[in-house]
């Protein structure tokens, strides 16, 4: 065989070696697509080890309306109570155990398996908050129906939650993935954790104005607040709805910004 043949059939394998190698492994799912497969993934995950716990911070909270009931009687306060109390569940879901959640998975290198499936760093993102923001639904309705029991306060305005608690629960688990995912190591995970579910609990139980007044400032920083003040506004004879559509849109807002710093996180420690 004479050598030009030789050579050109090495050169055509070597090029077909190298259109292999080249090709693509295949499209990057679409946004939609991947962010509901990650947040059944998700639910399915969390159900049987998270369902304990909630009904834990269903305890918590209505533990703490019957220890409240003795201090107050009525009115604002008992409203800023239920309240308080009722997105209370959603801070200890959506904040503190989404933040351990995170901070677990960035320590044991299971960021490393997302980061080889071809979804966008917002779908791991919202599909996880979205999956641990679903287990408050139940304990939160509980919740408010005790407290609403316990202080004497109508019933018919708890539809409202059905805005209150996805919009309350973006914010909080934008901000608990973001505290997991920042924080160097996952025992400080929890430590954050625990420090924003006690500020929500001191912050948005507590009627404002038995505050001193620094604290109602840092209330005004918490991202749980304007889902309690909409919440708390239903109850009166006749709510103002222009300022419970303003709560919820600043609650929104919150948690639209919450959550893009928590994908801006998730990237920052899949580089890692």
Wanted: charged share 15%; glycine share 10%.
């Amino acid at each position: 065989m004479s050598a030009v043949p030789l050579e050109a059939a090495v050169r055509a394998d070597d090029r077909e070696r190298t259109a292999e190698a080249a090709a693509p492994l295949g499209p990057r799912a679409r946004l939609f697509p991947a962010l509901a497969a990650v947040y059944r993934a998700q639910l399915s995950r969390a159900r049987v080890a998270r369902i304990p716990l909630l009904f834990v911070a269903t305890f918590q909270s209505v533990g703490i309306m019957i220890l409240m009931r003795g201090v107050v009687d009525g009115g604002d306060e008992a409203r800023a109570v239920v309240a308080g109390s009722s997105v209370l569940v959603v801070a200890f879901v959506a904040l503190n155990l989404l933040a351990q959640y995170f901070g677990q998975l960035r320590a044991d290198g299971g960021l490393d398996h997302y980061a080889t499936l071809p979804v966008p760093p917002a779908a791991v993102v919202l599909g996880a908050a979205g999956a641990y923001a679903s287990f408050t639904v139940p304990g939160t309705v509980v919740t408010a129906v005790v407290g609403c029991g316990l202080f004497g306060l109508p019933l018919g305005h708890l539809w409202v939650l059905a805005a209150v608690i996805p919009l309350a629960g973006a914010a909080l688990a934008g901000l608990g993935a973001a505290l997991g995912l920042l924080a160097p190591r996952p025992e400080l995970a929890t430590l954050l954790g625990q420090l924003g579910m006690s500020a929500a609990l001191l912050l948005g139980v507590l009627p404002a104005e038995r505050m001193p007044g620094v604290l109602q400032y840092a209330r005004d920083l918490l991202p749980s607040t304007y889902g309690v003040e909409a919440f708390a506004r239903t109850f009166g004879p006749h709510p103002d709805w222009a300022a419970v559509a303003l709560d919820l849109a600043v609650c929104a807002g919150v948690g639209v910004a919450s959550l893009a710093i928590a994908t801006w996180a998730y990237r920052r420690a899949a580089v890692r």
